[in-house]
């Protein structure tokens, strides 16, 4: 029978790129939750066999507790730690994934549930630091444009002289251009 | 020095306090340290994080040091502390719909094992309580108090784990009847109208550390000069806390720490019986203590047999490097391990040396 699944995960561009990714498998992901959610009724009701967490939920710490049994729960959830590779562990946590299983699944049964989502958690990574990246680099380009149109009007410098000029001052002063480009505009703030 | 940059990690509380001042009013720095804090989001991260080297030291709950050196969590990795970061500081809170139930006059035990009989005659399901980590002061707390009245914990109500900042909001959400919890959260939900704390950690067991610095043991072993300045650092910020403690409560609110109003922090550090980071020699990691948390462990079943209780908590709360940092500084400290804890309540006598069944 597929595995059933649970994703615990705040960021729903990450939980629909690894649900598919799932899905593609042969897996059956049962429910999405975000952070909050009451997991341990949840993973009694929806007869789950792993729970796939970013590391960072708070909800980790309530899974945790499931590990002992008590008189209502009759599925105690453990870490997917045990297959003992300090290698995967180390990615997982790397990756920012963390899962819980059933106790008594036989490992080799659900290592591939945590290869596809550390290979999707890092995918993700990947991507939101590009988009970081390509959305600072056009923040800054902005300030800078700015900062040149300012020189520009209040010292009648044309384009090209004013990027001269900036670049000049960030090499003197060992600056990065965006914050020569702050300084420009918080003077001219400044001024008014 | 071996390291001198560190990434420290730590839970979002008021008894954060000695890592954030060392940081903002330069106490690592004086020692040469150069740390980066890293706020988490759950007490199992902090664990996997030191366990993997993406921390090199973090806050954590006295219990989680012993819980995962012995692997009874998820994960077992040998840790170690040779400080306590602070006494004090939690409290148990009801919400105001079971305060309500209560009669005019009765005292709060005794009226929740009146409601507890009546609920269960009456077929409805056992009231919900919280705290934040199976191995936690807090967990313990709440069980002796409950106990103490003749309410098991594992049978009479249902005890549930909840991070710290969410407290507030199951509590508002009716989810849960109760919780023990650090502060600022049971002042929070007293500010807000939600409930009352009811008793406080220090009134169940006092004298009791409740964060230490925890580090691997391997880690330790490889880096003693930067372990050193680490609780030097540390143990001057906690000083200086003792003496400044509104000051404390504005560097902690700032929003990167911790996200709770100002007043609510004022007030937990200014409580009577609350918090406390040096006097009364707080950050001794005494020996008797890890041994009563043990005894803890095993009371609610969280500790199996074939462990040697002594061999365990000599390794992991290390006295000595603790009295090393502390003559660095000229401050004297206690010349035992071990002394009598709980106000006369655990005798660290009565644990034998050698395997415990």
């Known amino acids: 029978m597929s595995l059933r699944i649970i994703l615990v995960d705040d960021e729903p561009q990450r939980t629909a790129l690894l649900s598919d990714a799932l899905m593609a498998h042969g897996f059956t992901v049962v429910a999405v939750f975000p952070t909050g959610a009451d997991l341990p009724r949840q993973i009694a009701a929806l007869q789950a066999d792993v729970i796939v967490a970013d590391l960072d939920s708070p909800d980790r710490d309530t899974l945790e507790s499931m590990r002992q049994v008590t008189f209502e729960q009759a599925r105690p959830v453990v870490m997917f730690a045990q297959d003992g590779n300090p290698e995967t562990i180390r990615a997982a946590i790397e990756a920012g994934v963390s899962a819980y299983v059933v106790d008594g699944l036989k490992p080799e049964r659900v290592r591939p549930v945590l290869d596809v989502a550390i290979a999707r958690f890092a995918q993700f990574q990947e991507l939101r630091s590009e988009l970081d990246k390509a959305r600072s680099t056009l923040a800054e380009r902005k300030l800078v444009e700015r900062a040149k149109g300012i020189l520009m009007k209040r010292r009648g410098f044309g384009e090209d002289e004013a990027y001269k000029l900036m670049r000049k001052m960030a090499m003197d002063q060992k600056a990065r251009l965006v914050d020569i480009a702050n300084k420009i505009i918080e003077a001219a703030e400044l001024l008014g | ?357």
């Open chain 2, 1 to 357: 020095m071996e390291q001198v940059t560190l990434k420290i990690g730590f839970v979002p509380l008021c008894d954060s306090a000695p890592l954030i001042v060392a940081k903002e009013r330069g106490f690592f720095a004086e020692q040469s340290l150069g740390v980066e804090l890293s706020k988490e989001a759950s007490w199992s991260n902090i664990r996997d994080k030191l366990a993997v080297g993406l921390l090199d030291a973090a806050q954590m709950l006295a219990p989680m040091v012993l819980s995962g050196t012995l692997g009874l969590g998820n994960m077992r990795v040998p840790l170690m502390t040779a400080m306590a970061l602070n006494q004090g500081g939690n409290a148990i809170t009801l919400g105001l719909p079971l305060l309500r139930r209560l009669r005019d006059g009765e005292a709060v035990l005794p009226g929740l094992l009146r409601l507890i009989a009546e609920d269960r005659a009456a077929g409805l399901p056992p009231l919900t309580f919280a705290m934040v980590y199976p191995f936690s002061t807090h967990n313990y707390e709440l069980r002796l108090w409950l106990s103490g009245a003749g309410i098991d914990p594992d049978r009479d109500i249902r005890l549930v784990v909840v991070p710290p900042a969410m407290m507030v909001s199951h509590l508002a959400a009716g989810s849960i009847a109760g919780y023990c919890v650090g502060e600022p959260w049971n002042g929070l939900a007293e500010a807000m109208g939600l409930g009352r704390a009811v008793i406080t950690g220090r009134q169940i067991w006092d004298g009791r550390m409740e964060k230490v610095l925890g580090l691997r043991q391997d880690w330790a072993a490889a880096n003693p000069e930067s372990h050193r300045a680490l609780i030097r650092a540390l143990l001057s910020a906690c000083r200086w806390i003792d003496g400044n403690r509104i000051e404390t409560a504005e560097i902690v609110a700032q929003p990167q720490y911790l996200s709770a109003p100002l007043p609510v922090i004022r007030d937990a550090f200014e409580a009577e019986n609350g918090l406390e980071f040096h006097a009364g020699d707080a950050n001794f990691p005494w020996r008797s203590q890890g041994l009563w948390l043990l005894s803890q462990m095993r009371r609610w079943r969280q500790l199996p047999g074939g462990v040697d209780w002594r061999a365990t908590v000599d390794m992991v709360f290390r006295t000595d490097l603790y009295r090393a940092a502390a003559s660095d500084l000229g401050l004297t400290c206690p010349t035992e391990n071990e002394r009598i804890e709980g106000g006369g309540r655990f005798d660290p006598a009565s644990i034998p040396k050698g395997i415990i069944d």
